[in-house]
């Protein structure tokens, strides 16, 4: 007998008889379901007292028989995966209810999150005979909240179904030509953002905040936001983060919407990767991921290249245990029992491996720039470092004063490696202005343990230019994330002149109350007279006796190869 799938505990001979004659069924092509498979799955209920359901391939045969309990049934792992783009799965479900109710809330479910062509419900009366069917399949959607799917009101047994064949294919068309025309700015697809925190004062603004420096850096990375959502818990879920019910609204919001990606503003453990997968076919990454990913794209240097596959092997390793189909996402498929096992233990061993040679050579690396500062040191240069948030300018403001060719795009982590200009100051001083990688709250200690010998070009600094941009509205937390990396790069003890940016932005009140801070001046870094005033201020700090920190790592750069620019 074919097996029979589901809760099959405590089922008589009969039962099991009657589950394994619906496998004979065959349906034809223009029908949801046949009146023979409508008795076999009434007849397998009625022995068992239980929901029966078969899921029924395009073909005829009916591919899988399941058996749930009196009120639902749980369907088997049938592939996450969809053959096409706009395509449905080429399986519908026909199932039993016992009680005579529509379709549930998990019904719909399965239908979009699954992707099947149909669900059906054979609602059957107290005596166990079929009394009436009702289904619903899957309808592009075309306005927001609006829903997915189509439930047909339930219509007496055995009267005439509507054409199946047709039904799927004028479906398939309406849904495939809807992802053609829409608009993929993204390169790499659309996701949908999701913000999870606990309840309490300001968490609401606080979420608002936290979920639009997630949209920009997603941006960044090249993926196009299909919409974002925030939930407030009193407790965080240990193992679906938001919670199984709230996640299976997200799931569905992502089909309707055609994304492919749920992207977390916060650090999945492996068992939050492995529970959400286990509920979704969907590409999950969290906030550490994204950076990630982002500095893999921008490294140029090979500095930077072997700091940031340094990073991402040290983030992955913990994650080499999962299994499912987290694991092909995180580690290209490695895993599984018996001979996986093997393939687990390899991949484990070539990772640490990895991490041992890129380190070896970052710190050869480390050696060369350790040489150059030397050289530097002996012709006595004076440096002034750049630090601040991600996105404040800086480099914007290293061209202008400059007039280098340096990236600079209005977005995050627009460039990762230190860049350093000569620059002569109106007293005739020259100096080295060197622009170092933007910080941002909650750095992945992954990401900050690699690039800390890039963070730390700045310890050799005579004056740090703390570039703030003060035409976003969170600059403050912006300002209390640069103190804290700064503490932890032991830098706090090096002069410091906060210039605060896109000045040109804010009113006029809030600008002179910019200006009346002692150790700050204003700026706008696209305009070269805006920045007369910031070369008097360093040219009067350097002389009024900003000493260098002894200890540090300076900018990897010798004076001899710089070029020059007149304020």
């Known amino acids: 007998m074919t097996e029979i799938f589901g809760n099959t505990t405590g089922l008589s001979t009969n039962a099991l008889k009657a589950l394994g004659r619906v496998y004979r069924r065959r349906v034809p092509p223009d029908k949801i379901a046949t009146l023979e498979l409508c008795r076999s799955l009434a007849e397998a209920s009625r022995e068992s007292r239980r929901q029966v359901g078969a899921l029924v391939h395009r073909m005829g045969t009916v591919d899988t028989v399941i058996v749930g309990g009196p009120t639902g049934l749980l369907l088997p792992d049938i592939g996450r995966l969809r053959a096409a783009q706009g395509r449905f799965r080429a399986l519908r479900l026909v199932h039993t209810h016992l009680f005579n109710e529509t379709l549930t809330r998990d019904d719909l479910t399965d239908l979009t999150r699954l992707r099947l062509d149909l669900v059906a419900a054979l609602l059957l009366g107290p005596d166990g005979e079929p009394k009436s069917m009702t289904w619903a399949y899957s309808v592009p959607v075309f306005e927001p909240n609006a829903q997915s799917y189509f439930v047909v009101d339930p219509v007496p047994y055995g009267q005439p179904q509507p054409n199946f064949g047709a039904l799927i294919s004028s479906l398939e068309t309406e849904f495939a030509r809807c992802s053609q025309t829409r608009a993929v700015r993204g390169k790499d697809g659309r996701a949908i953002l999701v913000h999870v925190g606990e309840k309490g004062p300001g968490s609401t603004r606080r979420a608002e905040s936290r979920l639009a420096e997630l949209g920009r850096l997603a941006e960044t990375a090249g993926v196009e936001v299909a919409d974002q959502v925030i939930q407030l818990r009193d407790r965080i879920d240990a193992r679906f983060v938001l919670g199984r019910g709230r996640l299976e609204q997200v799931v569905i919001r992502a089909i309707e919407l055609d994304a492919e ?44 290249k072997l700091q940031v596959e340094l990073a991402q092997l040290k983030y992955a390793l913990p994650k080499l ?60 240069a004076t440096v002034v470092a750049m630090v601040g948030y991600t996105n404040a300018g800086k480099s914007t403001l290293l061209n202008t004063l400059t007039e280098a060719s340096v990236l600079a795009e209005d977005r995050l982590f627009a460039t990762l490696d230190t860049r350093a200009r000569q620059l002569r100051l109106p007293d005739g001083t020259v100096v080295v202005l060197t622009d170092t990688v933007g910080f941002i709250r909650e750095m992945p200690s992954e990401l900050f343990t690699a690039f800390r010998a ?20 969170e600059y403050a937390e912006h300002l209390k994330a640069t103190e804290r990396v700064l503490s932890e790069l032991r830098l706090t003890g090096i002069p410091r002149l906060r210039v605060y940016n896109k000045v040109d932005r804010i009113a006029y009140v809030e600008r002179d109350a910019l200006e009346r801070e002692a150790d700050a001046v204003c700026v706008c870094a696209l305009e070269r007279g805006a920045t007369d005033g910031l070369l008097r201020r360093i040219a009067g700090m350097l002389a009024g006796g900003a000493s260098r920190v002894p200890a540090g790592v300076a900018p990897d750069v010798d004076v001899s190869d710089l070029g020059s620019a007149a304020p």
Request: some cysteine; glycine content about 10%.
């Open 261 to 304: 990606t749920l992207v977390f503003d916060c650090n999945l453990t492996p068992a939050q990767v492995a529970g959400i997968a286990t509920r979704t076919d969907l590409r999950v990454i969290d906030r550490t991921q994204l950076i990630l990913d982002i500095f893999a794209q921008r490294a140029q240097t090979r500095d930077g």
């Open 321 to 380: 245990g999962l299994r499912d189909d987290a694991l092909s996402r995180l580690t290209g498929g490695i895993g599984g029992r018996g001979p996986g096992e093997t393939k687990l233990e390899i991949g484990r061993r070539r990772a640490r491996e990895r991490l041992s040679r890129l380190e070896r050579e970052i710190e050869v690396v480390g050696k060369q720039r350790a040489q150059r500062r030397a050289r530097r040191g002996r012709r006595h």
């Open 454 to 473: 890039t963070f730390e070009e700045a310890a050799e600094a005579d004056l740090l230019l703390e570039i703030v941009d003060a035409a976003d509205p």
